[in-house]
């Protein structure tokens, strides 16, 4: 089940508020913690890709013809360094012909803003792109928001974000700089502490995948 406000999708299905349930808990193990990670970005994903342009095509079965469909986008995977990582494993499972862009961004601990160190995109790309940020964790908006104007500068048209968590600051940043931009993500949590976490949120979603 999803929940739709504006441009904002928020997965409810039993598994996956199951999985973020795991997430959230701290005595979770790292080892599961990433295979959990995995699992969730892959449910995300897959709904996020649910509007993939198609185009008709006709097979042949082992007993004569059918209709099918094909699909018809460059798609684009930009998973934000490191903690993204995991979630375009779990992409690329479901789309293997993608094309992978990896953003490293951190992010200053005094002033919160991100801090690019880490973006190979050629100089074009098709137009007609279908752009998926990977983020973990949406919770300033900062990471997000220049990710998200690496592809702008390329004049993509659509591009949609996907999150683990969610912090209302963070869903404002990005759409009051790019309203066009479409969010999925299993939820929207109440708000980010005074150091830029999101609350309740699972931690720092980086160091709890790679066990640092």
Do not use: C, W
């Not at 005595?27 to 969730?40: G, M, N, V």
């Not at 953003?103 to 098709?126: F, H, M, N, V, W």
């Not at 600051?169 to 999925?184: A, M, N, R, W, Y």
């Amino acid at each position: 089940m999803i929940s739709t406000t504006a441009s904002v999708k928020v997965a409810k299905h039993p598994l996956v508020q199951h999985l973020l349930t795991r997430l959230r808990d701290y005595q979770t193990p790292s080892s599961e913690f990433r295979d959990k990670a995995r699992e969730l970005g892959r449910y995300l994903i897959y709904e996020a890709m649910s509007e993939l342009n198609t185009h008709p095509v006709g097979v042949e079965t082992p007993v004569g013809p059918a209709k099918g469909i094909a699909l018809s986008d460059y798609v684009i995977l930009a998973p934000i360094l490191r903690a993204g990582l995991v979630m375009a494993e779990a992409a690329q499972e479901i789309f293997p012909s993608s094309r992978v862009y990896h953003i490293g961004l951190k992010r200053d601990e005094k002033t919160l803003q991100a801090i690019s160190y880490y973006a190979k995109l050629p100089e074009a790309l098709p137009a007609e792109s279908r752009v998926f940020v990977l983020d973990p964790m949406l919770a300033t908006g900062g990471s997000a928001v220049a990710a998200i104007s690496l592809f702008d500068q390329h004049k993509v048209r659509y591009i949609h974000l996907v999150s683990l968590v969610a912090a209302p600051e963070g869903l404002k940043k990005v759409h009051d700089q790019f309203p066009h931009v479409h969010i999925t993500t299993a939820a929207i949590d109440e708000q980010l502490n005074e150091h830029g976490y999101i609350v309740p949120g699972l931690g720092d979603a980086g160091d709890r995948i790679f066990g640092t």
